[in-house]
């Protein structure tokens, strides 16, 4: 009788009932049910297991004995045999409410209390306590489990041992195991988290909105040490890696990596018994919830000389006061409340260049943001207060954007052509031919080095750049403008002073004269995106 016997071997080593089933290779709804679901389950995994030979009759007694016992387990009163499988009773020794509260149940050898505790109403509330507290306002919700390594230990110790004393026995749910004991626990918590939070739990892949688990067991760190004994050159080398696996010497990829290249003998040799039982069952260590990033573009206009587009610090101290992100990003972040974000533009401006014309594009990414249900309105309404707030920039074309669209962002960076005001001045003087010649040269290609100016953070290198057109306009006998169409990239400044010769060709060497820069506007990123809003 194969079910009968797997089943009373899995019981007499202390797996709870959903473990039990779980070894039994059911993978149906079930699981996921209450006890008496769960019993007749059982009976019925039982039952297809054993023997429909000569025995039928005695397996059909037998499984009329146990359904009634089973019936028995779940009516009434909740005896001790229950308690050593799925229920969680406490009881308070002594009369004082501070008073040590004493377990009166065995925690399951496989799970550790995955599928008992971990389902109970305490946990429940718990999760459903960080995922209210969290207050992101995302209608569905996924849950993900992460176990304590010893867990995986345990189960390849006992499918070791199941399959010794029946070699018979199917192994095809050996290999998914644990993600079986996660999925069941995902969908016996989910449908209650949904309840108790007003949110509909969807499991499977879903990443809108995510409440992160992290379980944890007091003696994993015990349990895995017998891994030295079954693999000892692995991680005695792990443990000498202190800087590579200074928390992770026992990972479950390890010991899963451990035991496909053990064979069952070898197992055997070193753990020839089940696992002991544990103390305590599993305790959740961190409850994370992580709702998808939220992506905001734009387009900025920047009327300031002195306002850096990023926060700018040297050596650890802050230069300036604010910043471009500044001014958008903590108006933004008010009403968004993201655990953090991160601006991204279409190329940037120095600390004194104006940003003109249509202005630059830009998008904020909202990191594990609360609130993503804003209205066109809200977001106009967000604009206008960024632009009542300060006069050193201004945004338009304020929206919610998918991740894929931001290829568009990048394009313009790199791709795009811009246009650009340089205010310029040739202390000698220079020739009024020279700058008419200017607007008939054909396109100008220069080979620009790393400016010295950026060569701290950017690698020497030499690139090429092209000068789509030029135009200039006198302002007196030393100062003129110089209107310029150019790739992105394009190091206006060096163009014009030629940084000590690293630019050639340059205005200088072009005009023949010595001509520097005073100011420089850009008046043009010849980039449609963001797609205009008509505010």
Aim: net charge neutral.
């Amino acid at each position: 009788m194969l079910g009968r016997d797997v089943h009373a071997f899995l019981e007499e080593a202390g797996c709870c009932c959903r473990c039990t089933l779980i070894f039994l290779g059911t993978r149906t709804d079930d699981l996921y049910g209450d006890l008496s679901k769960i019993y007749e389950a059982t009976e019925a995994a039982v039952t297809r297991l054993n023997d429909q030979s000569d025995e039928v009759q005695n397996s059909r007694e037998d499984s009329s004995t146990s359904e009634t016992t089973a019936g028995n387990k779940c009516s009434g009163d909740v005896n001790e045999k229950c308690l050593s499988n799925d229920e969680f009773i406490t009881e308070k020794s002594g009369a004082n409410e501070n008073s040590t509260k004493k377990q009166k149940f065995a925690v399951c050898i496989a799970c550790i209390g995955v599928l008992q505790w971990g389902c109970s109403e305490e946990a429940i509330k718990r999760l459903s306590e960080a995922i209210k507290d969290g207050g992101h306002d995302a209608d569905g919700f996924s849950l993900s489990l992460s176990l304590p390594a010893s867990i995986s230990l345990r189960t390849h110790r006992l499918w070791t041992l199941l399959l010794q004393a029946h070699p018979k026995f199917p192994v095809k749910g050996r290999e998914d195991h644990i993600g079986t004991v996660k999925d069941v626990w995902k969908n016996v918590v989910g449908p209650q988290l949904g309840a108790a939070t007003g949110k509909t739990f969807i499991h499977g892949t879903y990443h809108d909105f995510v409440l992160n688990v992290t379980c944890t067991y007091v003696n994993d760190l015990e349990d895995c040490k017998i891994m030295n004994e079954l693999c000892q050159t692995m991680f005695a080398t792990r443990q000498k890696q202190h800087k590579k696996y200074a928390n992770s010497v026992y990972s479950k990829q390890a010991i899963d990596a451990a035991f496909k290249k053990l064979t069952d003998s070898e197992v055997l040799r070193v753990c020839p018994s089940p696992p002991s039982t544990p103390n305590e069952p599993v305790t959740f260590a961190s409850l994370q919830c992580q709702q998808a990033a939220m992506y905001m573009a734009g387009r900025y206009n920047k009327y300031s000389r002195d306002l850096p587009q990023t926060p700018w610090f040297v050596e650890g101290e802050r230069k300036l006061g604010s910043s471009v992100q500044e001014l958008i990003c903590d108006i933004l972040n008010h009403t968004v409340c993201a655990e953090d974000l991160k601006f991204s533009s279409s190329g940037r401006e120095d600390v004194d260049v104006r940003c003109l014309g249509n202005g630059r594009p830009f998008v904020v990414e909202f990191i594990n943001p609360q609130r993503t249900k804003l209205s066109r309105d809200k977001i106009s309404s967000l604009q206008q207060t960024i632009n009542n707030s300060t006069k050193l920039i201004r945004v338009r074309d304020l929206q919610i954007v998918e991740k894929k669209d931001l290829k568009n962002l990048k394009e313009g960076e790199e791709e795009k052509t811009k246009a650009y005001c340089a205010l310029c001045i040739a202390a000698k003087g220079y020739d009024n031919s020279a700058l008419e010649a200017l607007s008939k040269m054909p396109q100008l290609v220069l080979q620009q080095k790393t400016p010295l100016r950026v060569l701290h953070r950017r690698p020497l290198a030499t690139r090429s750049r092209t000068i789509l057109s030029m135009k200039a306009h006198p302002v007196d006998q030393h100062f003129f403008k110089l209107h310029l169409t150019t790739q992105a990239g394009t190091y206006i400044k060096e163009f014009v002073h030629s940084d000590l010769g690293r630019t050639v060709p340059n205005l200088g060497e072009i005009m023949g004269c010595e001509v520097d820069i005073i100011a420089l506007d850009v008046e043009n990123v010849a980039l449609d995106w963001p797609p205009k809003c008509g505010d």
